[in-house]
């Protein structure tokens, strides 16, 4: 069986029994050709779904994998996606156990994209017709880890990130070394442009290498800040405290997309 609109491509082969009420070996083969039809800021090229259903109508097994060469929501994008898993289908709200990874993100500055470098998010996801939601997941690369929970509308494309990520022992060139924690929030921008990231992060000195920066500090500090990151890219920076032996400060500033701060 075959079908195909200017959004989707679709292809199955296996039996489907209505006497026995069971699918026998169901194969499905899709490709998401206009993935604005699916979320209105997502563009991607080669989004391909392969999956199995096999067993009793309403307690099939199931097992999936989708993957992309590249997958982006405006200007943040997933490098060789693939998201995987498998389970039993059951009355809504189905679970389906997800293992998502990514090569690499990009548009999220060179600091963000060092650390998500390898991103993985693993756990359980739960499906009803019109939510997506997903509680207990877990976030990790090569440099980060930590809880992270989502929500999206699957109506009308709303969605709400929230994570809450550990970055030990990060090395900045020519400064030293930190450790980072924080949390964040990400929803839809004004009007549905773009995204909002608010949240609140602490980084703690480790290690300082400058040692112009030691002599006036004292010895190394701690930043504390809240931030927020809107469509426009620019990270903007409220009430960041830095605090050392010699030093106090407050200020409010933000970093430019091409890496300069004010």
């Known amino acids: 069986l075959s079908l195909r609109s200017s959004s989707l491509r679709v292809e199955s082969r296996g039996a489907i029994d209505l006497g026995r009420g069971r699918y026998d070996d169901v194969r499905i083969a899709a490709e998401l050709l206009r993935p604005n039809a699916l979320f209105l800021n997502m563009t991607g090229r080669q989004v391909r779904l ?37 389970g039993r289908l059951t009355r809504s709200p189905v679970i389906v156990p997800t293992l998502a990874t990514a090569r690499r993100v990009t548009g999220i500055g060179e600091e963000g994209e060092d650390i998500l470098a390898g991103l993985r998010l693993e756990g359980p996801l739960t499906i009803t017709p019109r939510l997506l939601t997903g509680e207990r997941l877990a976030m990790s690369s090569a440099k980060m880890r930590g809880p992270a929970a ?17 970055v030990p022992n990060y090395l900045i060139e020519g400064f030293g070394v930190v450790d980072i924690t924080g949390t964040l929030r990400a929803v839809p921008g004004v009007g549905g442009r773009g995204t909002q990231v608010t949240g609140n992060a602490r ?60």
């Open 150 to 166: 989502l929500a999206v509308d699957l109506r009308t494309g709303a969605y709400v990130v929230t994570a809450a990520p550990n």
């Open 203 to 262: 980084a703690q000195v480790r290690r300082l290498d400058n040692r112009f920066l030691e002599w006036v500090a004292g010895g190394p500090p701690r930043l504390d800040t809240a931030f927020t990151r809107g469509p426009d890219r620019i990270l903007r920076f409220q009430n960041l405290r830095i605090a050392a032996p010699k030093l106090a400060l407050a200020a409010n500033g933000f970093r430019r997309p091409e890496g300069t701060y004010s």
């Open 50 to 86: 392969a999956g199995t259903l096999d067993g009793r109508f309403g307690r099939a097994d199931f097992l999936y994998r989708l993957t992309a060469p590249r997958i982006a929501f405006d200007d943040t994008g997933f490098d060789e996606v693939q998201v995987s898993g498998r």
